[in-house]
Structures are given as C-alpha cells and as structure tokens.
C-alpha cells in the first residue's frame, strides 16, 4: 500500500503546483522556456496528410508510417512503475517534428472539474489555465462520450482514443511520461489552435471535445507533442510535466 502511494506520488507531484512552486528553482525535471523558444513552425498542417488518409479508411500505423515516417505504440514503461509508456513503433522521429496528440475534454476557466480531478493524473494544464483532461476511464471517460455525440453533427471528433487500437495512433499523448532526468527528455509540449475552417471531414479524427457549449469559439485548442532530438525504432518518448515560459 504504501509502496503504491509513493508511486503514485512520484508521478502526480509534477502536475501539482504547490509542489511545483516550491521545486521550480531546483528540479531538473522542469524545462525553462523563453517564451521566443516557443514558437515553432509546428502546425496541425503537419499531419494533414495522415489525417487524410486515415479518412480515406487506410490502417492507422501504417499510414502513419507511410506519410510521417514513423509510428507509435503503448506498453509497459522502461523506467520501473511508471505502467504504461509510448514507444516508436517503427520508423524514425526527426528533430522538431510533431509525435502526438494530447486527447481528452477541453476545459474553460469556470467549468466544473473538481470531481473529474480526483485521483486523476492526465489532466494537462494550458499557459492560460485551459485544461485538457486526457484520462480514458471513469467519469472523464463518460463526460467525453457525451460531449462528443453531443457535437456529433457540426463537431465532429475521435471517441475511439479510449481503446487500445484508437483510429488515430497519434492520440496517445497523455501515456507519454515524465522523463527521469533531464537528459531524457526527448518531446515537449506545444499548444496549437485549430482553425474555424479546418476540414470537416478530419474533425473525426481529432481527440478532442470542449465541455462548455457557449465557451466554444471559432478555433479550437489542440495540445501536442514534438520533438525535441531525432528519436529511433523502439525509443520511449518523454516529455516534462512543467514546461516555464519566462518573457
């Protein structure tokens, strides 16, 4: 029992902001931007093509393969009790080029998370204090499926990102873990904006849903992950739950 507490801690306490406050100066697991490093010609362009053919009902991993020149998996971690992690499947990841996608609800400031949140470890946390959560069980998992055939019809998005074989293999972000140091960090995080006139045939495919109607604006959030070495065959990705951006 108390084993499992400590892993658990271990993992959660770098989406804790106390904890993160404190640690700021200190921890090597927190990555410091400067907010000009930021800016990337990263897109949601970037995976058009992928999208398409996943559209034109091509097999996810292959097709990934075939137009981004790899693709992804989940199982067990390499780091000892860190459960699942994801792995480069085959292929190869250049530098600075979009890996995956972080699924879940998007949540805007004053909706109601709190319950959600208990126990939860995948909800990702936006600059602005926009949440995503990526978890695929329990109530979070209920909520999605809601929202999501509430908005069938003119917001259409994947639901399938809960299962173990999703349509879209990118949409496993939220699995990708915590480096163990800083040395192996080989992702980051990067917020993108989904434009108002984005193809609304690959909206299906897109592994995100905004819980509040009337917070819907013309662009959506869409939160992903890119590289930041070139990443080989049978690589664990990892990221930083704490990216800071300073002016």
Same mark, same amino acid.
């Given at each position: 029992?108390?084993?499992?507490? +400590?892993?658990?801690?271990?993992?959660? &306490?770098?989406r804790?902001?106390?904890?993160?406050?404190?640690?700021?100066q #200190?921890?090597?697991?927190i /990555?410091i931007?400067?907010?000009?490093?930021? =800016?990337?010609?990263?897109s949601?362009?970037?995976?058009?093509?992928y999208?398409?053919?996943?559209?034109?009902?091509?097999?996810?991993? +292959?097709?990934?393969?075939? #137009?981004?020149?790899?693709?992804?998996e989940?199982?067990s971690?390499?780091?000892?009790?860190?459960g699942r992690?994801?792995?480069?499947?085959?292929?190869?990841? +250049?530098?600075?080029?979009?890996?995956?996608?972080?699924?879940?609800?998007?949540?805007?400031?004053?909706?109601?998370? *709190?319950?959600?949140?208990i126990?939860? =470890?995948?909800?990702?946390?936006?600059?602005?204090?926009?949440?995503?959560d990526g978890? $695929?069980?329990?109530?979070?998992?209920? *909520?999605? +499926?809601?929202?999501?055939?509430?908005?069938?019809?003119?917001?259409?998005?994947?639901?399938?990102?809960?299962?173990?074989?999703? #349509?879209n293999?990118?949409?496993?972000?939220?699995?990708?873990n915590?480096?163990?140091n800083?040395?192996?960090?080989? %992702?980051?995080?990067?917020?993108?904006?989904?434009?108002?006139?984005f193809p609304?045939?690959?909206r299906?495919?897109?592994?995100n849903?905004?819980?509040? /109607? $009337? &917070?819907?604006? $013309?662009?959506?959030?869409?939160?992903?992950?890119v #590289?930041?070495?070139?990443?080989?065959t049978?690589?664990?990705?990892?990221?930083?739950?704490? %990216?800071?951006? %300073?002016?």
């Amino acid at each position: 029992m108390l084993r499992s507490i +400590k892993l658990f801690w271990r993992n959660y &306490k770098h989406r804790f902001v106390p904890w993160i406050a404190w640690n700021i100066q #200190t921890s090597p697991r927190i /990555v410091i931007l400067n907010e000009t490093e930021d =800016k990337s010609s990263v897109s949601i362009d970037d995976i058009i093509p992928y999208l398409r053919a996943l559209s034109n009902g091509e097999d996810s991993l +292959k097709s990934c393969e075939t #137009t981004l020149g790899f693709s992804l998996e989940r199982h067990s971690s390499s780091i000892p009790g860190l459960g699942r992690g994801v792995f480069i499947r085959s292929g190869e990841c +250049k530098l600075g080029q979009l890996v995956a996608l972080y699924p879940g609800t998007i949540y805007h400031r004053g909706d109601s998370i *709190l319950l959600q949140s208990i126990s939860n =470890k995948f909800i990702f946390r936006c600059r602005d204090g926009l949440l995503i959560d990526g978890n $695929d069980r329990g109530l979070s998992r209920i *909520l999605f +499926k809601s929202c999501s055939s509430r908005d069938a019809m003119f917001y259409p998005s994947d639901s399938n990102w809960f299962t173990d074989s999703p #349509t879209n293999c990118l949409s496993i972000g939220q699995y990708i873990n915590n480096a163990p140091n800083h040395s192996s960090t080989n %992702t980051r995080y990067i917020e993108l904006e989904i434009p108002s006139n984005f193809p609304s045939e690959l909206r299906y495919f897109i592994p995100n849903v905004v819980f509040s /109607v $009337d &917070k819907r604006t $013309d662009t959506q959030r869409l939160v992903a992950l890119v #590289t930041t070495k070139h990443i080989t065959t049978g690589s664990e990705l990892f990221s930083s739950y704490f %990216t800071l951006l %300073t002016e």
